[in-house]
Antibody, heavy 114, light 111 residues
């Protein structure tokens, strides 16, 4: 069965970076796009971008251009999302989602606090 | 960005009764390939979102047939024919025709 398992919760100081991982199993990792979505407390989800695992091509939402980097390691079927220059506004649950469809990770809470 | 506006924001429904959620976009969602990239998601309390409907009216695998989607252009609707207890949660529309954006969500609760 398809599973996306994300790394654990993080607490970061303002100005720091965070890197969240998403390990895929149950399907061929390079066959599907991986999207990243975040959801601040009580807010609607917010799309951050996608990566094509077979090529490494990325497409980022304009809001995050210059601050987000999505990468992958095909040898271990894992996608990564790194967000830099964190502020308190980046406190949210971060999700990976295969094709933004049926299969989502469990979410990773990132808390930014001094 | 395309703005997605849902109504109502809160939807109390009696078990077994129908429910309907509206989603309007600030621009037409018809893409150059002729498809309309409007999806519906369900987020149960404490869970990740999951897609229910893609391209307006196509149910995802495993989604009960009491869920249906309709609409065109800028006006779309998600209907639940008979609400069950497991349907409690927040429902979001999403457009993928331009830079992906979500609606603000509709909270469905049992009356």
């Amino acid at each position: 069965q398809v599973q996306l398992v994300q790394s654990g919760a993080e607490v970061k100081k303002p100005g720091a970076s965070v890197k969240v991982s998403c390990k895929a199993s149950g399907y061929t990792f390079t066959d599907n796009y991986m999207h990243w979505v975040r959801q601040a407390p009580g807010q609607r989800p917010e799309w951050m971008g996608w990566i094509k695992p077979n090529s490494g091509d990325t497409n980022y939402a304009q809001k995050f251009q210059g601050r987000v980097t999505m990468t992958r390691d095909t040898s271990i079927s894992t996608a990564y999302m790194e967000l830099s220059e964190l502020t308190s506004d980046d406190t949210a649950v971060y999700y990976c989602a295969r094709d933004l469809g049926l299969y989502w990770g469990q979410g990773t809470l990132v808390t930014v606090s001094s | 960005d395309v703005v997605m506006t849902q109504s109502p924001l809160s939807l109390p429904v009696t078990l077994g009764q129908p429910a309907s959620i509206s989603c309007r976009s600030s621009q037409s969602l018809v893409y150059s390939d002729g498809k309309t990239y409007l999806n519906w998601f369900q987020q149960r309390p404490g869970q990740s979102p999951r897609r229910l409907i893609y391209e307006v009216s196509n149910r995802d695998s495993g989604v009960p047939d009491r869920f249906s989607g309709s609409g065109s252009g800028t006006d779309f609707t998600l209907k639940i024919s008979r609400v069950e207890a497991e349907d409690v949660g927040i429902y979001y529309c999403l457009q993928g025709t331009q830079t992906i954006t979500f609606g603000q969500g509709t909270r469905l609760e049992i009356k």
